[in-house]
């Protein structure tokens, strides 16, 4: 294989590489790999679709690569961990009847595992388990079936979640770079490119183990469908996102505000009420198909409810980078309020904190700000909202992919710190290598697609109506970009030196979770400066009017 004139490595070596679990070849892979489309994207006389496809294949060979390594839970009895958790739910699914998934009993234990995501969830699970079946049913044989482990039960999971990443996630990623206006075709490819190599979403799903992949794919669709004014299909996208886990209500607000600015625009006389009134059918219907089998009686109905929002679980789990979290090491809220007050307290803030947001975009609703309120209101819930996982990081992480052609420098810092926020869990799961590896190569992918050291201007980074309104009262804006390159090279070298100190150094004794600690204080300090910055660019966002007028 020859880029610019030198020799860089061939096809059959990168499947040996593949086939070669040592450091080594998995390193030596990525620097094939990664070289490929770099060299690609200066033909100029190379087709979109061929690029898009070398994109997908690069994007695709990282994923399986990941997927050689560890996985949450491996080897560790008697709850493993998510990889288990998934199998768990298809044993279940498989032997039990559909009234019996979401309820303890002799046969469903809940304390192990039990399921706790919504019905398409579920479904996903049985139409795994059907497969499971055909091929080995000791995999998913009820009770004698928990904690199994094989390479070739390893290899069907892993498939699982390649396959669906490649039916769901991935179309709507190229199909959404496609579709950005007044963009070149390399700047799709790189949008899609580096989207792709998002490392925050390979970690999770293919090496910690999960299919985050497929509700922020149907997510995603609905952006899309909503970019072509195919409000009812986005609608149904989106109620299936919802449907297949519910911590997509992190993007409800911003779809719902949208759509209900749209038909405000119209008229609540005229279109606008007929398009509100479509919307609601299409909900209504979507969710009622989605429920169906649970529909018997309330009581089951109550159960999912009970089994999808567990408020006993408490305020945070393990060490978010959250607001809560970080002022528990200096107030211990989870011992001096009880978990109704927590709740209440987690509500209040939360919606103050995005009612902004929801408010600039129901009364100037534009496809751009739709796009930023997803990232600012996801991101509010991950900060201030109850019962928050650290995983949870990625529904703000995928709209922040989806204006990396847009602000590339201000996204590509936010994606980084939100990777360096999961650390704690990839490095108890055995992905240090994966980590590093990803990391890196997405940092490079970005530098090189987007040459995001020169795009850190205030216009370059949206905030020329900030500064304007600014003029004569703050003098240092002058100096900005350099001060925003500083601030991104000391936030790159602190994420570095503490990542080396958690995989290398020895906690004292006495402060244990130092290191998970330190990680999620920094990554929260960084995503509240994120969320200011967000607000800021929403609120003080011209380019919206103009856009709403398309709209009306």
Avoid at 234 to 242: E, P, R, W, Y
Avoid at 380 to 397: D, M, N, R, W
Avoid at 504 to 509: L, R, S
């Amino acid at each position: 294989m020859l880029l610019d004139g030198e020799k860089t490595g061939t096809i059959s070596s990168a499947i040996k590489c593949l086939r070669n679990k040592t450091m080594d070849s998995i390193i030596a892979m990525f620097m094939v790999f990664f070289q490929v489309p770099f060299g690609l994207l200066q033909r100029p006389a190379m087709e979109k679709w061929s690029l898009m496809t070398i994109t997908v294949l690069l994007a695709l060979t990282v994923r399986w690569t990941v997927s050689l390594g560890s996985y949450s839970g491996a080897g560790k009895p008697p709850m493993y961990g998510d990889y288990e958790a998934q199998r768990h739910w298809q044993e279940v699914t498989y032997n039990l009847p559909i009234r019996q998934w979401y309820f303890n009993t002799s046969d469903n234990n809940l304390l192990y595992w039990g399921l706790d995501y919504p019905p398409l969830t579920a479904y996903h699970s049985f139409v795994c388990a059907y497969i499971a079946k055909l091929i080995n049913p000791d995999w998913i044989a009820l009770h004698t079936s928990r904690g199994y482990e094989s390479q070739p039960h390893k290899l069907f999971m892993r498939t699982t979640v390649f396959v669906a990443d490649l039916l769901v996630y991935i179309p709507a990623v190229i199909l959404y770079c496609f579709s950005l206006k007044e963009t070149s075709t390399k700047k799709k490819v790189s949008s899609a490119l580096c989207i792709l190599l998002y490392p925050g979403l390979i970690l999770i799903d293919h090496g910690h183990f999960q299919y985050n992949s497929v509700s922020l794919g149907f997510a995603l669709w609905g952006v899309l469908y909503l970019s072509y004014d195919w409000d009812l299909l986005g609608s149904v996208a989106f109620c299936l996102a919802l449907n297949y886990k519910q911590m997509e209500l992190y993007h409800s607000l911003p779809f719902f505000c949208y759509l209900l600015g749209k038909c405000f625009k119209k008229g609540l006389k005229g279109k606008g009420l007929v398009l509100l009134t479509k919307i609601a059918g299409t909900v209504v219907v979507c969710f009622a198909v989605c429920w169906l089998p649970f529909c018997t009686d309330m009581e089951q109905i109550m159960q999912v409810l009970r089994r999808l929002f567990p408020i006993d679980r408490g305020l945070f789990e393990d060490k978010v980078a959250n607001i809560w979290c970080s002022l528990s090491v200096l107030i211990k809220i989870k011992n001096i309020v009880s978990p109704q007050t927590q709740l209440k307290l987690s509500f209040a803030v939360t919606f103050l904190s995005l009612l902004p947001t929801c408010i600039k975009l129901t009364v100037q609703p534009s496809l751009r700000g739709f796009k930023f309120a997803l990232v600012s209101c996801a991101l509010s819930f991950f900060l201030f909202s109850f019962q928050v996982h650290e995983k949870s990081i990625l529904l703000v992480s995928i709209p922040v992919c989806l204006i990396i052609n847009e602000i590339p420098f201000m996204a590509t810092w936010f994606l980084l710190v939100s990777t360096f926020s999961m650390l704690p869990l990839l490095l108890k799961d055995g992905l240090l290598l994966a980590y590093a590896v990803t990391m890196l190569a997405f940092l490079s992918a970005c530098v090189a697609s987007f040459s995001i050291f020169e795009k850190t201007s205030a216009e370059d980074l949206q905030l020329k109506p900030f500064s304007l309104s600014l003029k004569g009262h703050v003098s240092w804006f002058k100096s900005f970009p350099k001060i925003v390159r500083s601030l991104f090279l000391l936030s790159v070298t602190l994420m570095g030196i503490l990542s080396l100190m958690s995989a290398a150094v020895h906690p004292p004794q006495r402060l244990p979770d130092l290191f998970p600690v330190s990680v999620s204080i920094i990554s929260c300090l960084h995503f509240l400066l994120f969320l200011v910055y967000f607000n800021v660019v929403i609120l003080w966002d011209s380019k919206n009017s103009r856009s709403q007028k398309k709209i009306s």
